[in-house]
C-alpha cells in the first residue's frame, strides 16, 4: 500500500512539482493550500509524512506544524520544511516547533525525494 505525503504551500506550481516527484516516486499526495487549509484536512488518515513551505498567508508553516504536533493521530508524523528560507535563526525555529529537516527552494527533486526516503513513518 502506498504512503501518503501531505503537500501544505500557497504555491499550486510548487504543490504540482513536489507532487509529480512524490507520485512518479510510488506516494500518495495530499495537498493543502495553506496551514489552516491543511488542519483542516488532517482528518484521523493515515499521514507518513508532511511537506510544508514556512511563508504562507493565514497560517504560515511554523504555526502550521505546532497546530500538527497538537493533534495526537499527527504528533509523531515528521514534518520536512521546504522554502526559501534559508536562515539559521528561521532553521531553529522550525526545529523548535518540530520540523525534521529543511529544505532550500529551487529543491533537486531527488534531494527531496531522499529526505522524504529518510523520514517518512512506516
Same mark, same amino acid.
Given at each position: 500500500m ?8 500557497d ?6 512539482? +513536489? ?9 500518495? +499526495?495530499?495537498?493543502?493550500r ?59 525555529e ?8 529543511w ?8 534531494q ?11
Amino acid at each position: 500500500m502506498p504512503k501518503t505525503i501531505m503537500i501544505v504551500d500557497d504555491s499550486e506550481s510548487v504543490r504540482l512539482v +513536489v507532487g509529480m516527484a512524490l507520485k512518479s516516486a510510488g506516494y500518495d +499526495v495530499i495537498e493543502g493550500r495553506d496551514g489552516q487549509d491543511a488542519v483542516a484536512r488532517l482528518t484521523g488518515q493515515k499521514v507518513h509524512l508532511i511537506i510544508s513551505d514556512v511563508n504562507m498567508p493565514r497560517m504560515d508553516g511554523i504555526s502550521f506544524v505546532k497546530a500538527v504536533k497538537q493533534m495526537p493521530a499527527y504528533k509523531f508524523t515528521p514534518v520536512i520544511m521546504l522554502t526559501t528560507e534559508s536562515q539559521e535563526a528561521r532553521k531553529r525555529e522550525g526545529q523548535a516547533a518540530g520540523a525534521r529537516a529543511w529544505v532550500v527552494k529551487p529543491f533537486q527533486p531527488e534531494q527531496l525525494l531522499g529526505a522524504v526516503k529518510k523520514l517518512c513513518l512506516p
